[in-house]
């Protein structure tokens, strides 16, 4: 069975500085696709971004990057100089195909506030 | 473009009663999952639909039914509701199911049971 460890439960930081979030994943398929979502207090699930397992480069998006390491089965994400705006609950999710339906395993979340 | 819409926003029912949560998917997208998100835990996948037909069921038990319509929107029916049905449920779509598309959610529908 696939799971998603997010050991992080909740993150404070004050504007401006940098924080990372936590992913850790166990899989036995040798594709795979991991994700990473946002959920702020509305409740909607706003996807950042997508990982495949065969694309080890580090990936850069504004103040996001995301750090993949498959030898240590984590995906990393990193917000530079953040803002109140960020303040969250951060998923990680790993795609599994079940033979006839893809579903998300997600993580329990990391809830960062960002103060002023 | 509209996103996934998901109504009703909230309800609250009581327990036994049963329920109907509706969604539409973003435009072009045929796919439809159904997540239940408990407070304080990841989203938990509970079915996948696609062109009508049931593709994937998560460990839920059947007294949770879903269908999806030709205009590819979806319900999902929860009958005999316990306490523990308490949830925020989640409606995703995609062009179509693959691992590697990405699932768009919709705002949910804050379910309460009394």
């Known amino acids: 069975a696939q799971k998603v460890t997010q050991a992080q439960t909740e993150i404070s930081v004050v504007e401006k500085e940098d924080v990372t979030l936590d992913c850790v994943y166990e899989t036995r398929d040798t594709t795979y696709y991991l994700f990473w979502y946002k959920q702020p207090p509305s409740g909607e699930l706003v996807f950042l971004i997508r990982r495949n397992s065969f694309d080890e480069q580090n990936e850069i998006s504004g103040r996001y990057s995301w750090n993949f390491q498959k030898s240590t089965s984590s995906f990393n994400f990193t917000i530079t100089a953040s803002q109140v705006v960020d303040s969250a609950v951060y998923f990680c999710?790993?795609?599994?195909?079940?033979?006839?339906?893809?579903?998300?395993?997600f993580g329990t979340g990391t809830r960062l506030q960002v103060t002023l | 473009d509209a996103g996934v819409t998901q109504s009703p926003t909230h309800l609250i029912k009581t327990r036994g009663q049963h329920v109907t949560l509706r969604c539409s998917p973003i435009s072009g997208h045929k796919s439809v999952s159904w997540y239940q998100q408990v407070l304080g835990q990841g989203p938990q996948f509970i079915f996948q639909y696609y062109e009508k037909e049931e593709r994937g069921r998560g460990n839920f038990p059947d007294r949770f039914s879903a269908r999806q319509f030709p205009n590819y929107s979806s319900e999902l029916n929860v009958n005999a509701l316990l306490l523990g049905d308490s949830a925020l449920y989640l409606c995703?779509?995609?062009?179509?199911?693959?691992?590697?598309?990405?699932?768009?959610f919709g705002d949910g529908t804050r379910l309460s049971i009394l």
């Open positions: 999710a790993l795609s599994e195909n079940t033979g006839t339906a893809s579903k998300l395993t």
């Open positions: 995703a779509s995609s062009l179509v199911p693959g691992v590697n598309q990405p699932q768009h």
